[in-house]
């Protein structure tokens, strides 16, 4: 099925630093979401964006609607260990009563104290 | 409750048994979701409901997974004549009338043996 390409698959970095990690489709979306997922629970949202170029941030965290609807990306600042999980981007092109999701693959996330 | 309710957390059934997974969405919330979800994988769109009526099962691996929903509320997916490839944390997630934003329960982990 249809899918994002989400990268980078996984990332190892030190406490303190900033992360980015982006999706780019081959299919124009109207609104990107962006989640994380902790072991043993399901993802929970982070950010929703619903326009292009919309920029938006929730704490440390800023995402980007990319201005050709086939992209986004998102930064995390001064990283912390809690900021551990896999982070997955979605894009949804919503058609008539079709609301379904396209799903990146995740981006597994460390951090190292 | 406040969040997304599913029943049971873990289930271990033996190859060939039939299986019935619960969700509960969050009140009020017209769209419900379901997705699969293999160890260290992404989420496998299964089936969406729009109240009571399922518009894209595109997901569905087999005609051996059906799921329903009614009263506009509970659904419930089943699984007959489980296989060992079936065993995966299924995930339910609901949203509002308005776009994006899925809001997912902890999932059902199920194991076949």
């Known amino acids: 099925g249809q899918q994002l390409n989400q990268s980078p698959q996984s990332m190892f970095i030190q406490e303190g630093e900033d992360v980015s990690m982006n999706c780019t489709s081959s299919?124009?979306?109207?609104?990107w979401l962006w989640y994380k997922q902790d072991p043993g629970e399901g993802p929970v949202l982070l950010i929703a964006l619903y326009k292009a170029g919309e920029l938006t941030s929730n704490g440390r965290l800023t995402a980007q609607f990319g201005i050709t609807r086939k992209d986004s990306f998102l930064n995390i600042s001064a990283s912390i260990p809690s900021d551990v999980g896999i982070y997955f981007c979605a894009g949804q092109l919503v058609a008539g009563n079709n609301r379904k999701l396209i799903w990146g693959l995740g981006t597994s996330l460390a951090v190292n104290p | 409750g406040a969040g997304v309710s599913q029943s049971p957390s873990n289930k271990v059934t033996e190859k060939g048994k039939d299986v019935e997974l619960r969700c509960d969405p969050i009140s009020g919330h017209t769209a419900l979701y379901w997705y699969r979800q293999s160890l260290g994988q992404g989420l496998e769109f299964l089936i969406y409901?729009?109240?009571?009526?399922?518009?894209?099962k595109s997901g569905l691996p087999s005609d051996r997974f059906s799921a329903e929903r009614t009263g506009g509320s509970v659904s419930t997916l089943t699984i007959q004549r489980t296989q060992q490839e079936d065993s995966a944390v299924y995930l339910c997630a609901s949203s509002s009338i308005v776009p994006g934003a899925q809001h997912f329960g902890d999932g059902t982990r199920l194991s076949i043996l």
């Open positions: 409901f729009q109240g009571n009526s399922a518009p894209d």
């Open positions: 299919s124009i979306f109207n609104t």
